[in-house]
């Protein structure tokens, strides 16, 4: 079911945000986490790390995500960077840029944003574009 890119992290889920959870700040996790409750704040992966974010259908978060992997069925408010893999099941719901390395999307995902491939060595996650001359 899974393929050699989605196991890349080992180990269980070790931060869970229960569905009648909300968490008003910056969340910072490492390895494995489920969000089924909201956030209202960006949600961060340790970097150089790996790490899986799962968000489940109940999920919510308002602002930005940046992760290694990122599994959403739920909706997100907020750019986002995937430094390794983003899954878009068929319930989720993004508004926000999204960057990736490599993408998933099930029929019934909706992105409200744009999608930018990332190459290797880019810079991090930024709010707003600059172009620099």
Do not use: C, W
Not at 38 to 50: L, N, R
Not at 60 to 73: C, F, H, M, S, Y
Not at 99 to 114: D, N, P, S
């Amino acid at each position: 079911m899974f393929t050699k890119t989605k196991s890349a992290v080992n180990g269980p889920i070790d931060t869970l945000i229960g569905a009648n959870t909300v968490i008003e700040g910056h969340l910072r996790f490492r390895g494995g986490a489920r969000i089924d409750g909201m956030v209202k704040g960006s949600v961060t992966a340790e970097e150089g790390q790996p790490s899986m974010l799962v968000l489940s259908e109940s999920g919510r978060i308002e602002g930005p995500v940046r992760v290694a992997q990122l599994v959403i069925n739920g909706r997100i408010e907020g750019a986002i960077q995937a430094d390794e893999l983003i899954d878009l099941q068929p319930k989720a719901h993004v508004v926000g840029d999204v960057r990736y390395k490599a993408l998933e999307m099930h029929h019934g995902a909706v992105i409200e944003g744009t999608l930018t491939h990332l190459e290797s060595a880019r810079p991090g996650l930024k709010l707003a574009v600059s172009r620099d001359a």
